[in-house]
């Protein structure tokens, strides 16, 4: 089995499953709430970059459990481990719009507004409502890739969001501005992807450190007394930048043996192994 078609595993591979990307109605309540999303969305990101400066833990116990409920329950993203993995999310998608990166305006609205963030689906649907107040472009999804694939030469890692009964909703090309930062210990805000980087050959790392200069997670990446690199799989994030600019290849993929799923809301432990082609 392969962790990337989707086609035995779609359970767990949800944003590849077609099911999850249809236009559909939630529900009079759902929808009614759906369409404020952006300044729930917005609100509650504001919350989180007030609560957490980048690089410090300042959630108490009753804020942790207010966002890990409404990001269970609501709106959250799994980060994803390759830029193919976006395509393929991109290619999926039935409504695609360009929207500023929320999060940078949050934790630094005096910047320029960065046109980064694709919203997709009943997302997009929202934003090019004719009374919607907020920034939208239309984009192309050929756009929407070399848009992403050029967030990602930059340093950027993908997201995809997810709304409701995992329902497809964003691509974000996120970086050291992103809430993922800031919500460590909002255990359904940020989730890891379904694998983890690891020292596939030992022999190749030559100690250069230039994965950890690609390295979004701080602590992930440390080098032992002998020069090569040592990955927290607890810390990793599974984003892959780390392995795409390994210039030895001593880097690669391995099967996370914990993960959340996001379809029934709830921790699980693989109990069969997986192999990430």
Not at 102 to 113: G, M, N, R, W
Not at 121 to 132: E, L, R, T
Request: net charge neutral; with cysteine; aromatic share 10%.
């Amino acid at each position: 089995m392969c962790l990337t078609c989707g086609k035995h595993v779609a359970e767990r591979l949800w944003y590849l499953d077609p099911e999850r990307h249809r236009i559909r109605s939630f529900g009079a309540a759902r929808d009614m709430f759906t369409r404020y999303m952006h300044p729930i969305i917005f609100n509650g990101l504001r919350v989180t970059g007030r609560k957490q400066p980048y690089g410090q833990h300042q959630f108490d116990a009753i804020s942790k459990q207010v966002l890990t409920w409404v990001t269970k329950t609501f709106h959250g993203v799994q980060i994803l481990p390759d830029l193919d993995s976006a395509f393929q999310v991109i290619d999926m998608s039935n409504e695609l719009a360009l929207v500023p990166c929320l999060c940078k305006q949050i934790i630094a609205p005096d910047e320029p507004l960065e046109w980064r963030c694709l919203s997709l689906n009943v997302a997009a649907q929202v934003y090019f409502k004719k009374d919607s107040p907020y920034p939208v472009r239309p984009i192309t999804k050929q756009q929407a890739k070399d848009l992403t694939a050029g967030w990602r030469e930059r340093g950027a890692f993908q997201s995809t969001g997810w709304l409701w009964d995992a329902h497809v909703v964003w691509i974000c090309n996120c970086d050291m501005y992103c809430a993922s930062h800031r919500s460590t210990e909002v255990v359904w805000g940020a989730i890891p992807s379904f694998v983890v980087s690891t020292l596939v050959r030992p022999e190749a790392c030559a100690g250069c450190r230039e994965c950890a200069s690609w390295c979004q997670r701080d602590g992930a990446l440390t080098f032992g007394a002998d020069g090569r690199v040592v990955i927290d799989p607890a810390l990793c994030r599974g984003c892959g930048l780390c392995i795409e600019h390994c210039s030895q290849g001593a880097l690669g993929f391995t099967t996370r043996r914990f993960y959340y799923d996001i379809v029934q809301k709830e921790a699980r432990e693989l109990d069969h192994d997986f192999v990430h082609l």
